[in-house]
C-alpha cells in the first residue's frame, strides 16, 4: 500500500475523560454551536449542555472525533462541519441518531481516521487475528508505537483509553432490560454489535466480522472512494480493500464473500461511477473520477435514505 497511509501525526488517547459517546450529545452540541459558536471556550459550557464539567469536555471530544465539527484556526471558537450540517440539523439526514447508517457512518470516522483516536485505529485495522483482553490489546498498541518512534501514553491511559471503546460498542447483557428512555443513554456505536464478549472467558472480546445486513452498500461505496481520495488513486485491488488499513473490510469487519458481492453491486450504486471487475485472476474496482464534486454527499444521502 501507498506511504500516503502512513500515520505522521500525534496521536490521541484521551479527551473523552472515560465517558462513551451518547445518541443525544452530538445533536445538543451541534444546536448550541449554531448560536455560540465559542461555547466550549466558555466556563459555563457544562451548565448550557445541562452535563458535568468532565462531560461537557466529551462532548466536545465526539463531536471533533465523529466529524461534526471542528476548532477553528484561531482556536477560540468550532465550526461545524459539512457533514454535520447535513446529518444534524433539524431537516438533516439523522438528527437524532436513530438509524443504522449514522451508527456505521459514526464508526467510519472515528475508526479511520488514526490521529483522532487511535485506539479505535488500531483495532480495527490493525489488531492481529480480531480477539484481545484490554492488557493484550494494550501490549500491542504499545508495541506498535515503539516501533515507529510515536509519543507513548501512559498505561494508565492507554488501558482507559481501551476500556471507553469497549463500552462504546458493547451491548447491554441479553438479561438486562432497558427501562423507557435509557437507550438515549447508550452510544450509537453499540447496536452494531461488532465487539463481542468471547462466551465463557470473562474479559476477552472479539471482533465480529460477517455479512453485516444493515451496512448500506451506498456507505461502502463513500468508504472506498474516502480510501482513494487518501491514496490519490483511481483504482484499488480486492485484497486491499478487504485488508489493508482504512479498508471498508477491515473497518466494517466484512467477510470476503460479503465485500464481494458490494463491489458486484457498485456500479449501480454509483450510478456507474466506480466497477468492479475480475480479469485474468485480478480483482480490482476503478473509479472513474474520484475527485468528481458532491460525489460523497451523493452517496450518504443515498445511505440515509433507504432507511426511511
Known sequence: MSDALAITTPLTFSGHETFALRSTWLKKAFD???ETPDLFFQEDAFVRLGVGKNMAQSIRYWGRVCGI???APDKSRHGITD????????DGWDPFLTTLAASWLLHWNIAARPEAAFTWYYTF???KGGEFTI????????????????????????????????????????????????DVL????????????????RGSYYLVSGEQESLPDALVAYAILSMLRVLGRQTIAFSDLAYAPRSPGRIFRLEEDALLRRLQRLD???????????QAGIRQIAWLNVNEPGVADVLLEQAFSNEL
Open 135 to 182: 492488557d493484550g490489546l494494550a501490549q500491542q498498541i504499545q508495541g506498535y508505537i515503539r516501533a515507529h518512534n510515536l509519543r507513548e501514553p501512559s498505561d494508565v491511559t492507554l488501558k482507559r483509553d481501551i476500556a471507553c471503546m469497549l463500552d462504546c460498542y458493547r451491548q447491554p447483557g441479553k438479561n438486562y432490560i432497558l427501562q423507557q428512555g435509557e
Open 125 to 127: 485495522n490493525l489488531l
Open 32 to 34: 448550541l454551536l449554531i
Open 69 to 71: 465539527f471542528e476548532r
Open 268 to 278: 449501480e450504486v454509483t450510478g456507474g461511477r466506480a466497477y468492479y471487475t475480475d
Open 83 to 90: 457533514l454535520g450540517r447535513k446529518l444534524l440539523s433539524d
Open 186 to 201: 447508550l452510544c450509537p456505536l453499540t447496536r452494531l454489535g461488532l465487539i463481542q464478549e468471547i462466551p465463557g472467558q
